[in-house]
């Protein structure tokens, strides 16, 4: 009798058939469109940061002004596309990532899979991000407009921002305009979110919790999966500020007409790279702890196991 061929898809509690990746689809709308509409204020703040750094200084200072000169709503502005478009980011994110790296580590084989398991880690992560950046796009295009955009002179109700964009497509660049930046910030951004994630975790269970993973309790394992994405959150957010800069600086209106390399010239690299660091640090970090333990809650209330570490 012939040995039974390894599959990956087979490898963990369940088996990952397309019930499986739904539910990861459903999974990564919870945790990006929850958590990204929940710390708007912080967004918004960022963002302003970046664009106008004489004006707002830093994150208290910038959302007092901010909340000063346009009330309380003011830092809420971009709401609407925050949660649409990061939820459809993360249905493809989370989702995709689980049918790549399947499809990876079945090309590898189980031996090569196992010996470069962090190079399927990268390549699933930067696949998947692929897709989810085309879906982010038009909704993130319209978010920055509405929250670098000095007020009164753009609409911040979600569709009339989006009818506006749409109007104003030739100087905007809309729905795609700002693809290529917002793939040089997430594809770098995912592949460190998940590599880091996996990499965390697996030193977790190799080091702390020494004990095989099914041993340990629900709350731990989710503990383990919060404390892994809040520290692989940090280094995602100094790998992919530039580029964060240079997508908020593409919504400044005295920046209408000009290339990608014209404002990172202007800008320069220290400028891309520091300003608005901090909020970011502090904002990525928590929101990348918050994705992966809603994730994992909701994989795990559905019998479907947490995230790494086997």
């Known amino acids: 009798m012939s040995a039974v061929k390894w599959d990956a898809r087979y490898l963990g509690p369940v088996p990952h058939d397309a019930s499986y990746y739904a539910k990861c689809m459903l999974g990564g709308v919870l945790a990006c469109g929850l958590t990204h509409a929940g710390i708007t204020p912080l967004d918004v703040a960022k963002c302003n940061m970046q664009v106008n750094p004489q004006k707002y200084t830093g994150l208290v200072s910038g959302l007092k002004t901010l909340v000063a000169e346009e009330g309380s709503r003011g830092i809420w502005k971009g709401f609407g596309p925050t949660f649409v478009g990061y939820s459809l980011q993360g249905m493809f994110k989370y989702g995709l990532y689980e049918v790549f790296k399947d499809y990876y580590m079945n090309l590898a084989g189980e031996e090569l899979s196992n010996k470069y398991k962090p190079a399927i880690w990268l390549a699933g992560s930067a696949s998947a991000e692929v897709f989810a950046d085309l879906a982010l796009c038009p909704f993130e295009m319209a978010k920055v407009k509405i929250q670098t955009s000095p007020s009164g002179t753009f609409p911040v109700p979600f569709a009339a921002a989006i009818r506006e964009m749409q109007r104003t497509k030739l100087e905007t660049r809309f729905p795609f305009g700002s693809l290529v930046p917002l793939w040089s910030r997430q ?75 014209q404002i990172a010239s202007e800008v320069g690299f220290v400028g891309l790279a520091t300003k608005g660091l901090g909020t970011r640090v502090i904002m990525i970090g928590t929101l990348t702890g918050f994705q992966w333990w809603i994730y994992d809650s909701f994989k795990s209330a559905m019998g479907m196991g947490t995230t790494g570490g086997k």
């Open 187 to 261: 594809i770098p951004y995912t592949m460190a979110k998940f590599f880091f994630f996996e990499k965390i975790v697996q030193l977790f269970y190799t080091h702390v919790f020494t004990q095989p993973k099914d041993t340990y309790g629900k709350g731990t394992q989710l503990g383990v999966t919060f404390a892994s994405g809040y520290l692989a959150g940090v280094v995602c957010a100094i790998v992919s500020h530039p580029a964060d800069s240079l997508v908020s600086q593409l919504g400044k209106s005295a920046n209408k007409g000009k290339t990608v390399g």
